[in-house]
């Protein structure tokens, strides 16, 4: 029987071989985990468990709160705010900054997270899943902020995201590749199941919502256009297109063969970036696929690259199979901004 390797183990193994992963950060990645864990046995439950359906209110974004979105929210406070690895946490589902409550130690590291991903697909029983960014608190001697959170995704000590779908997947990285964990759930512990992900480079499998294809940009237009038009258009070949309104579920499949998902800017609402968060979406996501070797961008920027300035942020995404993702941004570029 080959070895199996547990998430602690893992890490305990990244601390002794790149010296890089500070011990504070690997209590808090098992924490994050631990919470997944609960979370993994809520979703579980369904109808069972009294967790489908709306909770009656709205976040800071306008959207309507999921029961699980909320209690999703709960399990990772709760779980990460007593260890005394953390300053402080922000959450799609809090307007603002969650403080350590004063009782408890305060660490060095903060906690973004997108407690439920994919909300709309909780009550059909789709695939769903948790997001996180770790960053370090700046050394500037004062208290923490929101400011504080506000750094480029290229500052991220850590990010991953937990998948619920038939296997409850968690996918990580601490700037060295990506990894991927499974949950064994008769032991009750995450396994690692894929080391050093890599997504091809060419790809013949795109995700859009293509419901909005009248809203989009020129350049958009232009990319599916392409790919539509299969092997008798420019492109010479043929594509398949997925879309699974769970970036967690979509970004997986791509982090497993390849393929390019996009959510860019479209003018049913012109005035915002886009649909995704930048923090605790884009982000996490953006460093997930360019540490296996993929490319993510804003259909202009690099996303790594991008300051932002506000908690809850929106921005397009465009991430994926590198020569795709650079292909689309190429195409925008060239007409230059308008
Ligand atoms: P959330 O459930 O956290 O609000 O995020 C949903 C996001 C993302 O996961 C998905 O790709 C996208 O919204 C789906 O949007 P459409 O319903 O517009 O296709
Ligand atoms: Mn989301
Ligand atoms: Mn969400």
Redesign the pocket.
């Known amino acids: 029987m080959s070895r199996r390797i547990s998430l602690t183990q893992y890490l305990i193994e990244q601390q002794r071989q790149h010296g890089r992963l500070p011990q504070e950060l690997r209590l808090l990645i098992e924490v994050v985990a631990r919470a997944c864990k609960r979370i993994a046995i809520s979703v579980n439950k369904g109808a069972l468990g009294d967790v489908l359906g709306t909770a009656g209110s709205e976040n800071v ?1 306008g ?1 309507v709160q ?1 029961k699980l ?1 909320i209690i999703a929210n709960e399990v990772l406070i709760e779980a990460n705010e007593w260890g005394g690895h953390l300053a402080a946490m922000a959450s ?1 589902e809090m307007e603002g900054i969650y403080l350590v409550p004063n009782r408890y130690p305060q660490g060095e590291y903060l906690l973004m997270f ?8 909780i009550d059909v029983n789709v695939s ?2 948790t ?1 996180f960014s770790v960053l370090k608190k700046p050394e500037n001697g004062k208290g923490v902020s929101e400011e504080d959170f506000l750094q480029a995704g290229s500052q991220q000590a850590a990010a991953g995201y937990c998948v619920y779908g038939p296997q409850t997947t968690l996918v990580l990285t601490t700037g060295n590749g990506v990894a991927m964990f499974t949950l064994d759930r008769e032991q009750g512990s995450f396994v690692l199941t894929q080391e050093d992900v890599q997504i091809p480079e060419d790809t013949k499998e795109f ?1 859009i ?1 293509m ?2 294809m009248r809203h989009w940009d020129a350049p958009i237009k232009r990319y599916v256009d392409e790919c539509l038009a299969g092997s008798t258009g420019v492109r010479g070949k043929d594509f398949n297109m997925r ?8 970004v997986h499949r791509i982090l497993t063969r390849g393929g390019i ?1 996009m ?1 860019p800017w479209d003018q049913r609402e012109p005035h915002k970036a886009g ?3 930048l923090m605790y ?1 884009a982000n996490p996501m953006a460093l997930l696929v360019e540490q296996a070797g993929g490319a993510a961008t804003n259909a202009r920027q690099r996303i790594l690259d991008l300051q932002p300035g506000q908690l809850h942020e929106r921005v397009a995404v465009v991430l994926g199979s590198k020569n795709e993702v650079e292909r689309v941004t190429r195409y925008h570029n060239e007409l230059g901004r308008d």
């Open positions: 974004q959207e999921k979105d799609e997108d407690p439920l991903d994919g909300s709309s697909n769903i899943g997001i995700a919502n419901s909005n879309w699974i309104a769970s970036m967690v579920a979509d998902f959510y649909k995704l968060r979406e």
